[in-house]
């Protein structure tokens, strides 16, 4: 195990920034004293100091909803961790998913739009609605959806031979779309592909100059 050189103020403390592993948000900032930061690292649970109660609680230990610690990172200047988990349950007190919900610049972000779409199409798949493309796709089954891949891949070849900047990326997302599609249909998750993507990498032993 990698050994944190933690700075703690002066009060023994360090801010501990959590994350979502799958989709990169930010859940929630915490505190964490010495032994916090232990418990944390010995049971892959997140454990903090609750400067209001001064002692140490466990996340989720009442509400159920816990978060499995996933990696830590020390900033630059060791004075700031960021703890990637996977949560299970809210983040929030108050119920929400994280403690970030209240705007004050906000821009419609795509960074979790597969997430979002992928979750939509598992939704329909679950809980059908009359009148959704998503339904009908999983109404007609594997082979009605196999067969609007293989439309969609064709079209991405032919607006690609066509140099044609807009067909390409249109023709794309209706290919990402029903492979979702596809994805639901099989019980596969995006995060199933993301770990064969990771697992293909090359090491950064070998990218790196000799």
Not at 138 to 161: C, H, N, P
């Amino acid at each position: 195990m990698t050994e944190l050189n933690v700075t703690y103020d002066e009060n023994g403390l360090v801010p501990a920034i959590v994350q979502d592993e799958r989709t990169g948000d930010v859940l929630m900032l915490a505190y964490m004293n010495e032994e916090a930061l232990q418990k944390t690292l010995e049971t892959k649970e997140t454990w903090f100091y609750s400067r209001s109660r001064q002692e140490l609680w466990n996340k989720g230990a009442t509400s159920g909803n816990k978060q499995t610690v996933r990696s830590i990172a020390l900033d630059c200047d060791g004075d700031t961790l960021l703890v990637t988990v996977t949560p299970h349950g809210p983040a929030c007190h108050t119920g929400s998913d994280n403690c970030f919900f209240q705007p004050v610049i906000e821009y419609d972000s795509v960074r979790t739009v597969i997430y979002e779409v992928a979750d939509e199409v598992k939704e329909r798949k679950e809980n059908p609605k009359e009148g959704s493309y998503t339904t009908y796709l999983f109404t007609e089954g594997i082979d009605k959806i196999l067969k609007k891949v293989g439309e969609e891949s064709t079209e991405v070849v032919i607006g690609a031979k066509n140099n044609d900047f807009e067909e390409v990326t249109n023709e794309v997302a209706d290919l990402v779309y029903h492979t979702l599609v596809l994805l639901a249909q099989l019980d596969i998750d995006v995060d199933d592909i993301k770990q064969v993507l990771r697992d293909r990498r090359p090491s950064k032993e070998v990218l790196r100059d000799e």
